[in-house]
């Protein structure tokens, strides 16, 4: 098991490549970089926080054009990944639109599956 200092040190070092990314343009690897490996096994709510944050920062330097795309390329442990964290961020009122856009284009493609895991796994992102 992982302590909670390698698991941070793991998320920022996310976070940076996530940032290379979008600065690189290349917003369908930021996502995927984003959902791969989520700190599932931290105790600290400011590491999860810090690795939602680089989520959400990778899920918003894309456009409407560029959603389904990203969304058609992930495997199903990453759509779960990306439902879990669609699911948390529905409370966040000023991004619920976009939210609500990959919830819907996402919903549409894994189905109800994935919806299913997201809520029942005791995993939480």
């Given amino acids: 098991m992982a302590d909670e200092a390698s698991i941070a040190a793991g998320v920022r070092a996310r976070a940076s490549q996530v940032k ?5 343009r290349k917003n369908e690897d930021a996502v995927r970089a984003s959902l791969e490996d989520p700190p599932l096994l931290s105790k600290s709510d400011a590491v999860k926080d810090e690795n939602a944050q680089v989520v959400l920062s990778a899920l918003l330097a894309c456009n409407k054009g560029e959603m389904q795309r990203v969304i058609d390329s992930l495997s199903t442990d990453l759509e779960d990944n990306l439902m879990k964290y669609l699911s948390r961020f529905l409370s966040i009122a000023s991004q619920s639109a976009v939210v609500l856009e990959w919830y ?8 109800a599956g994935c919806i299913i895991r997201a809520f029942t796994d005791r995993k939480q992102v």
């Fill in 20 to 24: 290379t990314l979008i600065a690189q």
């Fill in 104 to 111: 819907q284009k996402l919903a549409t493609k894994a189905g």
